[in-house]
């Protein structure tokens, strides 16, 4: 039997990933042409879509992505590679390395922990 471990939004808040509300945000601020720079207009996506997607999101006041894009499934497509996009941008090595204070910095503690342990004993 495999194991997953989910974790929330928040679990990466330390590391300068944003929460939900920043997430809103980001993905509200994409432009056009930002969008066609990082692909996010690829496969058939257009800026009539991502524009419509971000009024739609913005109108149903929604904080969470997710639960608007399970509402909204026919968003699925834009959604996902807006998503991938904000968070591919938050993405620094600097962040993960650098002096967290320790009650921020739970990865180094669970890995440390977990490198010690039997994957087979989670449960």
């Given at each position: 039997m495999s194991k997953v471990l989910v974790l929330g939004a928040?679990?990466?808040?330390?590391?300068?990933?944003?929460?939900g509300g920043g997430l809103r945000a980001k993905i509200?601020?994409?432009?056009?042409?930002?969008?066609?720079?990082?692909?996010?207009?690829?496969?058939?996506?257009?800026a009539a879509t991502l524009s419509e997607f971000q009024r739609v999101f913005r109108e149903s006041q929604m904080y969470s992505i997710d639960a608007f894009l399970g509402r909204q499934p026919h968003f699925a497509e834009i959604g996902k590679r807006c998503i991938a996009s904000v968070l591919l941008q938050s993405?620094?090595?600097?962040?993960?390395?650098?002096?967290?204070?320790?009650?921020?910095?739970?990865?180094?503690?669970?890995?440390?922990?977990v490198a010690r342990k039997d994957w087979g004993d989670l449960s």
């Open positions: 928040g679990a990466s808040y330390a590391y300068n990933y944003p929460l509200l601020a994409i432009s056009e042409g930002t969008a066609r720079d990082i692909g996010i207009l690829r496969s058939g996506q257009s993405e620094s090595k600097k962040a993960l390395l650098s002096e967290i204070p320790d009650k921020d910095h739970w990865y180094q503690y669970f890995f440390n922990h």
